[in-house]
């Protein structure tokens, strides 16, 4: 009784998302261990990349539990505070901030290093809750909040474009859909689509049309591998084994040897080999590396955890009374979800970017913020779980 009384104490909240999140945790040091054989290798020392991520995982928790305490009302106050801190990030990052992979999507404050862009798409979710929520009305969602969620998400998302087309893709999806939730009036979604096809076969005909001379500027670079990328994914002309560039297409290679060596259970935990060959197994391509150790019924449990996340947001946001948490927790379902979906797209499919598995993949920035909408999640889901019970308990009284 006393192990129960603490269990309640420590752990309030949705147990669904609990059991979810521990879950993937756990699996994330496991395979995260094993996917790190590179950087072993690299580094010379076999613990370092283990006990890094170790500490990120149990931070993360830590910082999940501690959110999960406070008041809900706290989430809606920080809201524009944390909007402002991420779309200030990416300015930093833009032109001041340090450059990984020809991609300034990094600062580096007293030796710490972090993603802005982390922080950014986080705020720009709750202020798109908080502005659905504010312009309620009795059809819906009016008109003045599309306007005011188009205007505070055109720069971040096309800072966040110049950097990361997959983030910024899911990040513009999320915000749709979220929209769409609210109720927002149709015939704006609809438009909005329409200019999103418009623009996107715009862009994607000038990225094709460029020449390859513009490498020579880092932005230029990151269009001409844009170019390939769209060519190799859209490319069904097969290529003999003699003409195949194992070099040139090294993550697609091995990601897919390690799909088609899985079987239905797998070589176990800790015995990829394909891990030796991938790049980033660690972290954009973690997902091959656990249908390999787990086999295809890892995969699928892995992938029943995210959408039985999703649909536990869904359950909270019903419950909610205050139409701010309502959204959030459907906002912060879907942002991590559809990066979830995708990230395991690129890893058994042909289209290859950089996308890191929520709450899987080696990555202290990442990690963490995906801990904060746990925390959310988890602080929504006590409060609506107390009103619904006070509900329930005055109709009885009645």
């Not at 797998?266 to 394909?274: D, T």
Request: net charge positive.
């Amino acid at each position: 009784m006393g192990g129960d009384k603490l269990k309640r104490i420590l752990f309030k909240g949705d147990k669904v998302i609990w059991v979810v999140f521990i879950t993937l945790c756990a699996i994330s040091w496991v395979e995260v261990f094993s996917a790190t054989s590179r950087q072993t290798y690299a580094s010379g020392n076999y613990w370092s990349p283990i006990i890094k991520h170790s500490g990120f995982l149990v931070g993360g928790i830590f910082v999940a539990w501690f959110i999960h305490n406070l008041k809900a009302q706290w989430i809606d106050k920080f809201s524009k505070t944390i909007y402002w801190l991420g779309f200030i990030g990416l300015l930093w990052a833009q032109f001041m901030g340090t450059r990984l992979n020809d991609s300034a999507r990094w600062i580096s404050i007293m030796g710490i290093t972090f993603q802005p862009m982390e922080i950014a798409k986080m705020g720009l979710v709750m202020m798109t809750a908080r502005i659905l929520a504010k312009n309620q009305d009795e059809d819906g969602t009016n008109s003045r909040a599309f306007v005011d969620i188009i205007k505070y998400s055109v720069l971040p998302v096309a800072l966040i474009l110049k950097e990361n087309f997959s983030s910024a893709f899911i990040l513009s999806v999320t915000i749709f859909l979220m929209m769409f939730v609210g109720r927002v009036p149709k015939r704006l979604l609809l438009r909005t689509l329409g200019v999103g096809f418009v623009l996107g076969a715009i862009g994607i005909t000038a990225v094709m049309m460029t020449p390859e001379s513009v490498k020579s500027s880092s932005f230029g670079s990151k269009v001409i591998t844009w170019q390939h990328r769209i060519k190799d994914a859209f490319n069904s002309k097969p290529v003999t084994a003699e003409e195949y560039d194992e070099n040139e297409n090294e993550q697609k290679t091995y990601s897919h040897i390690a799909v088609a060596s899985s079987h239905l259970i797998g070589c176990g935990p800790g015995n990829s080999i394909q891990r030796d060959f991938i790049p980033h197994a660690y972290s954009d391509y973690i997902f091959a590396v656990i249908i390999e150790e787990l086999g295809l019924l890892g995969a699928i449990g892995v992938m029943l955890l995210y959408l039985t996340l999703l649909y536990s947001c869904g359950k909270i946001a019903k419950k909610c009374d205050d139409p701010y948490t309502a959204f959030l927790s459907m906002g912060i379902g879907m942002i991590i979800v559809m990066q979830a979906l995708l990230h395991m797209y690129i890893s058994v499919g042909n289209f290859v970017t950089g996308q890191p598995l929520p709450l899987m993949s080696q990555g202290g920035t990442s990690f963490l913020i995906n801990s904060i909408y746990v925390g959310f999640l988890l602080c929504i889901s006590r409060y609506a779980n107390a009103a619904n019970d006070k509900k329930n308990e005055q109709e009885n009284i009645v």
